[in-house]
C-alpha cells in the first residue's frame, strides 16, 4: 500500500482555498499511484480557528468544504483533519479526522487531549473523544489520532500532564499501523522532542506511525512541517521538508512474519538553532505579509542589528522589490549609522529612503516648551524621537499601503528598553522573540548563507546603541546581553524562580533588577505588535500576564544577603 503525507500550508478561513489545494495535492498523490493521501489537524478550515469556532457560519462553512472534499476526490482514500459538531451534551464540537473513501466518510475519528497551556486553548471549544475505532484501507488497519494525542509520555514529561493516553487505547483495537495528523507549532528544539516522542511509542507498541505535521505561518505561530514515518522499531524511513510545502510517499507492504514494514527517502533537514530560526522568521514573514493581504513591507534602518536583519528576512520572505527601508537620522545619529543603513539597502537590493527628523523633534520642543518649563531632558525627549520614527513609518504604510515591520528583539521586549507608539509601532514585530544574543547568531549565518556580506560587518561588530543621546550605548542601561539573556531564558522560558537564577551563578543584584523590568513592563507587552514565535515560552499569545498586580519575585538566599550589606 502506497501512503501519500500531504504536508500543506492553509490559510485560516480560506476554506475554499484549502480544499482547491487539498484536491491538487490528491490529483498528484494519485498519479503518482497512492492509495491514500493524509492532510494535517484541522485542514479544511485552518489551524488554528480560535475564536472563528463560536460562529456557526464558520462551522457550517467547514462542513460543506469537507463535503465538497468528499465528492470532488477520486481514485485515492483520504484521512483530513476538520470540525465536526458535537450533537450531545457537553462542548459543541469536536476536533476531528474524517476518513473518505469511495465518495463517502467511511469513519470519524475526534480529538481526545485538548490542550490548554502555552498558545493553546481547546478545551474553550471542544469536546473530548470517549471511543476509539480503527478504519480499513487496503489490506491494513489504521488507527487514527489527532495531534496532542500521542504527546502524553513519560518520555517528555516525568509526570504525564494527562491520566488518559488515547493511543494505548487506539493500539487495544489492533491496528497495523498508528496515523497521527498535527499541527504542531515550532520553537528551537521541538524537532527532537517530537520526533523523539513518535520513536519512543513506535518502539513501545512495535508499531510504524506516520505523523504529519501542518506547515506555515498563521499570526504568530509558525509551524515547520518536518513530518516523519517511523517503523515499528522507532527507525526513520521517510520524512518531510522543514519549512516548506511537501508530498512525500511511503510504501508499506507485510514482511514474512507479517509486520507492516514501511519504505520511504529520508531527507536531510538543518536542526541547528540559528538555521531553523531563520527559516522560521523568513516563514512566518511571508505567510503573515501575504494571508493579511499586504504585498509591501516598510521598515526603519538605524544601521543597527535589529533592523539589518529584519530587512534581510523581508527581502527572503517577499522579494526585494518588496521592501523599503528608510534612515531616520537625528542630530544624534553617527555617520557610521547612516552609512550602514544605505550600505545594507544596497546590499539587500531595496529601494531606501532618508527622512531627517531634526526640523520634528524642533518642532515639538517648541510645542511642549510651555508645558515642560523648568524641567530638564530626559527620557522624554528621546521617546520623542522614537515617536516621530514611528508616526513617518505608519504615515507612510498609510500612503503607501505598506506593512510597517517591527525591529525590536526579545531582551529589549522583556526589559521595556523600547517605545511605546515609537519603534514598537507596526504590524508584526519579525524578532520579537529572539534574544540579542540570537540576533548575533543567526545575522552571522544570513552573510554565510548568501556567501557575501549583506549585513555590513562593522553592524555587527559595532557597540548596540539606540543614538537617542550623545554617546549613548544600551549597555549604559543594561547589563551584557549575554548575561541578560541568560537570565530572561532562566526565568521566561525554564521558569526559574529569582533563588535558583541566582544558584546557577548570576549576581543576586542584576537578577532581581531585571526580573522587575520583566514584570513592569508587562503595560507595553500587551500593546506590542503581534510577533513571530520561535522560543519556547515567547511574550505573546502564550503569555499570560495581569498588567495590574503587586506580586514580585524575592531573593531570601545567602548570596543575595550578602551582596546586599
Known amino acids: 500500500m502506497k501512503i501519500a503525507l500531504g504536508q500543506i500550508n492553509t490559510t485560516i478561513g480560506d476554506i475554499d482555498g484549502n480544499v482547491d489545494k487539498m484536491l491538487d495535492f490528491a490529483s498528484r498523490a494519485k498519479q503518482a499511484g497512492a492509495d491514500l493521501i493524509l492532510f494535517p489537524e484541522l485542514a479544511v478550515c485552518g489551524y488554528p480557528p480560535m475564536d472563528l469556532l463560536l460562529k456557526d457560519s464558520f462551522v457550517q462553512a467547514n462542513l460543506r468544504g469537507l463535503d465538497r472534499l468528499k465528492n470532488e476526490v477520486s481514485g485515492i482514500s483520504v484521512i483530513v483533519g476538520y470540525v465536526d459538531i458535537n450533537p450531545g451534551h457537553g462542548r459543541p464540537l469536536y476536533n476531528a479526522c474524517a476518513f473518505i473513501q469511495d465518495g463517502e466518510i467511511k469513519a470519524r475519528q475526534y480529538k481526545t487531549l485538548l490542550p490548554t497551556y502555552d498558545v493553546f486553548d481547546e478545551d474553550r471549544y471542544f469536546e473530548p473523544a ?36 488515547p493511543i494505548e487505547k487506539i493500539v487495544e483495537c489492533k491496528p497495523d499501523v498508528l496515523i497521527n495528523i498535527s499541527a504542531s507549532p515550532f520553537c528551537i528544539g521541538k524537532e527532537h522532542i517530537r520526533h523523539g516522542l513518535v520513536r519512543s511509542h513506535a518502539r513501545k507498541h512495535g508499531l510504524p506511525i506516520l505523523y504529519l505535521n501542518q506547515v506555515g505561518g498563521n499570526d504568530e505561530l509558525i509551524f515547520d512541517g518536518n513530518s516523519i514515518v517511523v517503523d515499528a522499531d522507532g527507525e526513520l524511513i521517510a520524512n518531510g521538508n522543514s519549512f516548506e510545502e511537501d508530498l512525500f510517499y511511503v510504501d508499506i507492504a507485510d ?29 512566518g514573514t511571508r505567510d503573515y505579509v501575504r494571508k493579511c493581504g499586504f ?13 539589518a536583519l529584519t530587512a534581510c ?23 557610521g549609522s547612516l552609512e550602514d543603513a544605505e550600505a545594507l539597502a544596497k546590499n539587500l537590493g531595496i529601494e531606501y529612503r532618508v527622512v531627517p527628523i531634526e526640523k520634528a523633534m524642533g518642532s515639538f520642543a517648541r510645542m511642549l516648551q510651555p508645558i515642560f518649563l523648568g524641567l530638564a531632558k530626559d527620557v522624554t525627549e528621546e521617546n520623542i524621537q522614537a515617536r516621530i520614527r514611528g508616526c513617518i513609518l505608519m504615515s507612510i504604510s498609510n500612503k503607501l499601503g505598506h506593512l510597517v515591520l517591527t ?36 545575522s552571522r549565518y544570513v552573510n554565510e548563507q548568501a556567501g557575501r556580506v549583506l549585513i555590513p560587518v562593522s553592524t555587527l561588530e559595532k557597540a548596540p546603541s539606540a543614538e537617542l543621546r550623545p554617546g549613548q550605548l544600551d549597555q549604559d542601561s543594561l547589563p551584557p546581553y549575554a548575561v541578560l539573556d541568560g537570565i530572561l531564558y532562566e526565568y521566561v522560558e525554564k521558569r526559574r524562580k529569582a533563588d535558583e537564577i541566582v544558584n546557577l551563578g548570576y549576581d543576586p543584584q542584576v537578577v532581581r533588577d531585571l526580573i522587575n523590568k520583566i514584570d513592569r513592563n508587562e503595560y507595553k507587552r500587551h500593546q ?24 514580585q519575585e524575592t531573593i531570601t538566599g545567602p548570596r543575595f544577603q550578602e551582596s546586599a550589606k
Open 130 to 165: 470517549r471511543e476509539y475505532k480503527t478504519v480499513k484501507c487496503a489490506d491494513l488497519t489504521l488507527g487514527l489520532s489527532i495531534c496532542e494525542d500521542i504527546w502524553n509520555s513519560a518520555e517528555i514529561e516525568p509526570k504525564p500532564r494527562y491520566q488518559l493516553n
Open 528 to 551: 506590542a505588535a503581534p510577533g513571530l514565535k520561535v522560543t519556547a515560552r515567547a511574550f505573546g499569545v502564550g503569555w499570560r500576564m495581569p498588567i495590574a498586580q503587586k506580586f
Open 255 to 283: 514482511d514474512t512474519i507479517g509486520r507492516p514494514v514501511p519504505a520511504g527517502i529520508v531527507k536531510e533537514n538543518s536542526t541547528a538553532p540559528e538555521v531553523t530560526c531563520y527559516k522560521a522568521i523568513v516563514l
Open 407 to 442: 525591529t525590536g528583539n526579545k531582551s529589549e521586549l522583556a526589559v521595556g528598553y523600547c517605545t511605546l507608539y515609537g519603534d514598537m509601532c507596526g504590524g508584526l514585530a519579525v524578532i520579537s522573540d529572539l534574544p540579542k544574543t540570537l540576533v548575533y547568531e543567526v
Open 295 to 307: 504585498k509591501k513591507t516598510v521598515i526603519g534602518l538605524s544601521g543597527g542589528i535589529d533592523s
Open 313 to 335: 528576512v523581508a527581502v527572503a520572505a517577499i522579494g526585494a522589490e518588496n521592501v523599503l527601508g528608510v534612515a531616520m537620522p537625528s542630530p544624534y545619529s553617527s555617520a
